[in-house]
Nanobody, 125 residues
């Protein structure tokens, strides 16, 4: 089993920045998993935000966050990050870390192997 714990959420003004972290633990190798971030706003479906491959910095982003968000990982620290810049009101949501044994390019909410508990991000005007 893999446990994922998110941190770094909070309240930020529109146009500001925030960095989320996701720490993984367990008996399996962190580098064996593609990692990603999803988010879910009240009354909306959980949606894909970003994903990163196991060993290299190939990344994938939702159109809504391209150019503003950056996903990265540090396998030595068993941690994945999401740097969020130029935050908008519509970015407000609970953000979830995800681990997947499949390719990062195929990461989807319906096929995620492990989920974190989520961290709240609120963007104010």
């Amino acid at each position: 089993q893999v446990q994922l714990v998110e941190s770094g959420g909070g309240l930020v003004q529109a146009g500001g920045s925030l960095r989320l972290s996701c720490a993984a633990s367990g008996r399996t190798s962190f580098s064996s998993y593609a990692m990603g971030w999803f988010r879910q706003a009240p009354g909306k479906e959980r949606e894909f935000v970003a994903a990163i491959t196991r060993y290299y910095t190939s990344t994938f982003y939702a159109d809504s966050v391209k150019g503003r968000f950056t996903i990265s990982r540090d396998n030595a620290k068993n941690t994945v990050y999401l740097q969020m810049n130029g935050l908008k009101l519509e970015d407000t949501a609970v953000y979830y870390c995800a681990a997947d044994q499949g390719p990062a390019s195929l990461l989807r909410a319906g096929t995620v192997d492990y989920w974190g508990q989520g961290t709240q991000v609120t963007v104010s005007s």
